[in-house]
């Protein structure tokens, strides 16, 4: 803990269980705030106030037009931070800004305002060993006196941080999850882009799933309900019963997660795994040994088995994760805390506040 921390600050630390945080707001002490007006961004600031004050008429209250990132800090062994590749999740708020008619934020912006947000907020960042990390929300929301559906006359970019654990609990434990009939996007709609409505309406089934004691629902396309798409808010993925091929789904209302793509690379290059984005049918689920969801905020969740009408197929185990999700995790944790060699680009490192 720094000489520069304040009294009320120690008492909140104090009262985090480094080892055994959830996935639960915290507050922390500054976030980043730019506005865009008149056509161009201002130079953002960092601000203790973690209440932002709308107009009654913003698109982002009415129209939804708004959409956010999730990327993670990491300390490493030896006391330095890295941020996992936090580009690719800058070209992804760029796209969802273009589907929704938002002013776009740069690389440089959008990097340097993440690493502003872990500095201030250094002390957060959960220690090398636990498990934790620290997780960044940047979003961008249209803001402003409107009515009309049209695109905002002003936008606000923010990012903030909370310390984190493990998105579902039990980390690497296999837990299980249960087709929906609801649909999570259109096709040809908002799937692709990171944007609240589609999490909204994924609220229902994932509260209909959890009181049937299961992790999350599967969705499957909405064209033909046959095939997988997603996992709750993660993406999926499969290993086949040779345990020689990765498999993702592929379609234009997945959103394209960071994660999976760094996993099919790693799958690859690290484990000399074939890899293919395609069609994973639902009556085809014993083509495979091991399944998994993952996503920033998920990382790795193995998926013990998947209940679909009255089937429920079981892969490797509903107790173990299988092999290959193993070394998944393995070799894309130790990257992301620096035990691991990382591939060109993926890391960024954050210089500590305290030098």
Known sequence: MSENTRPEQAKKLADIDWNNLGFSYIRTDLRYLAHWKDGEWDGGTLTEDNMIHLAEGSTAIHYGQQCFEGLKAYRCADGTINLFRPDQNAARMRASCRRLLMPEISDEMFIDACKQVVQANEHFLPPYGTGGSLYLRPFVIGVGDNIGVRTAPEFIFSVFCVPVGPYFKGGLTPTNFITSGYDRAAPNGTGAAKVGGNYAASLLPGYEAKKRDFADVVYLDPATHTKIEEAGAANFFAITKDGKKLVTPKSPSILPSITKYSLLWLAEHRLGLEVEEGD????????????????????????????????????????????????????????????????????????????
Do not use: M, N
């Open 280 to 355: 994973i049918r639902i009556d085809e689920l014993d083509h495979f040994s091991e399944a998994g969801a993952c996503g920033t905020a998920a990382v790795i969740t193995p998926i013990g088995g998947i209940q679909h009408g009255d089937d429920f197929h079981v892969f490797h185990s509903e107790s173990e994760p299988g092999p290959v999700t193993r070394q998944l995790y393995d070799e894309l944790v130790g990257i992301q805390y620096g035990d691991r060699e990382a591939p060109e680009g993926w890391i960024v490192k954050v210089e500590s506040a305290g030098g």
